[in-house]
């Protein structure tokens, strides 16, 4: 059996190596295999937008999915129920390799030994005496299976610990709201929320905050569900709940552990935020996200968590609001006039102000667009904000003094990133209201 593409001829194996190969390079975040009536599509999400790459005749579509299932230890005979794994992609130097470690190499290690010139390219690191650290892994690859009617569905997260490990200062905030990030997280306790929808780059940024932190007197320990990037300097602890480790049974513990800061995957109900701002108010620094609309919606979840007024209050010290925008592509960016409709949404007069997009080029897959950043919407709680709370007033009341305040909201940042030519006002129109 074998799959034809750019007049090679592949088998399932070197196809699924030649799929991932590609998505590296064209940055995708997640590839999906999805079996249709008469074929498997394979489409990459790159810079939140899927884009369709393959079609391959469905009787191929068993083995290649069999393929990526043996990579991450799943059971293949197993057809019709979820499934979760996992495997990385290393550089693999079988000259360093002995006939033992040879025999004893995985079938995912196989797969990433094809990877070898495209991991090159991503420039692991070296040792001392110049030649790359052996095995050095560059990928953690999370793998979904799902039953659908017309067969299994696989999506493959790739998470590069490179590209995704970001700085604040990397994540597209202004002066201002880092200033205000920065003054959130230099208190030696309370809990700071990272909200958004699904894909916003909440993860990212609390990964950023854990690094801000980052200090050789301070012990950070962090409860994820799973561990997405593995750090040595981070003392990271990974839930299994079908072994009895779960939030609630981690949280009542975790203090023995003396930790300075707790970093936390997700707050995800009442039990996991309650001990979460409990930990907070014993002197911690709590980080973890929340899925909400804005900073007002992250109160009103927790308030509808049941957690008290006074709780939220007196735990919370900030709370961060984030979407992830495309960015212009820098080779193609053109001068345009966007559509009166448009520009009248947003406050703008035709003829006002300059604007730019991306015509489409190469470099950006004809999309006009290539790479993301960050709009933000960052708030530090004040007394004022606490006494609002507690006195119960109405969500409306509260957003009326974040604003009064001085909060630039998730559309205010928007817009000047578009006057700054990094996005266009069509990008922003279907992020933010």
Known sequence: MFIREE????????????VFERAITDRASDIHFEQLMN??????????????????????????????????????????????????????????ETPVQRSERSAYDEIAEKFKN???????????????????????????????????????????????????????????SLGKVQSIISKDYGMILITGPVGAGKTTTLYSLMQELRSDVKNIVTLEDPVEFHLEWLRQSELKPERGFDFDSALKSILRQDP????????RDKVAAENAISISLVGRIVGSTIHSNNTVGT???LIDM????????????????????????????????????ILEYFGFKPGEHKFMKGAGCDDCDHSGYRGRTGIFEVFEFDETLRSLIV????????????VNAGMKTLRQDAVEKVTKGLT????????VS
């Not at 059971?75 to 990385?88: K, L, M, T, V």
């Not at 005496?129 to 039953?147: A, F, K, T, W």
């Not at 979407?323 to 409709?341: H, W």
């Not at 266009?424 to 992020?431: D, G, P």
């Open 39 to 96: 074929v498997l599509r394979v489409r990459f999400r790159i810079d939140g937008v899927l884009h369709n790459r393959w079609t391959i005749p469905r009787y191929e579509a068993e083995q290649i999915i069999n393929t990526i299932k043996v990579a991450a230890n799943l059971d293949i005979a197993n057809r019709e129920r979820p499934q979760d794994g996992h495997f990385e992609l290393y550089e693999v130097s079988p000259t360093q």
């Open 424 to 431: 266009t006002l069509e990008e922003i129109s279907r992020i």
């Open 118 to 176: 495209i991991v090159n390219k991503a420039g692991p690191k070296a040792k001392e005496g110049g030649e790359p650290e052996h095995q050095q892994r560059i990928l953690d690859i999370r793998i979904s299976v799902y039953p659908s009617v017309n067969g299994e569905v696989v999506v493959a997260r790739l998470l590069n610990r490179l590209d995704a490990l970001m700085t604040l200062n990397q994540l597209g905030m202004d002066q201002e």
């Open 260 to 267: 300075d800061v707790l970093m936390i995957g997700e707050i």
């Open 306 to 341: 049941n957690i008290e007024r006074a709780m939220i209050a007196y735990a919370l010290t900030g709370v961060i609001s984030q979407r992830l925008v495309r960015r212009i592509c820098k080779t193609c960016a053109t001068a345009y006039e966007p559509a009166p409709n």
């Open 7 to 18: 007049n090679k001829e592949m088998s399932p194996e070197n196809f699924v190596a030649y």
């Open 391 to 402: 006195q119960e007033a109405s969500m409306k009341e509260l957003e009326a003094h974040l």
């Open 299 to 301: 109160i009103a979840r």
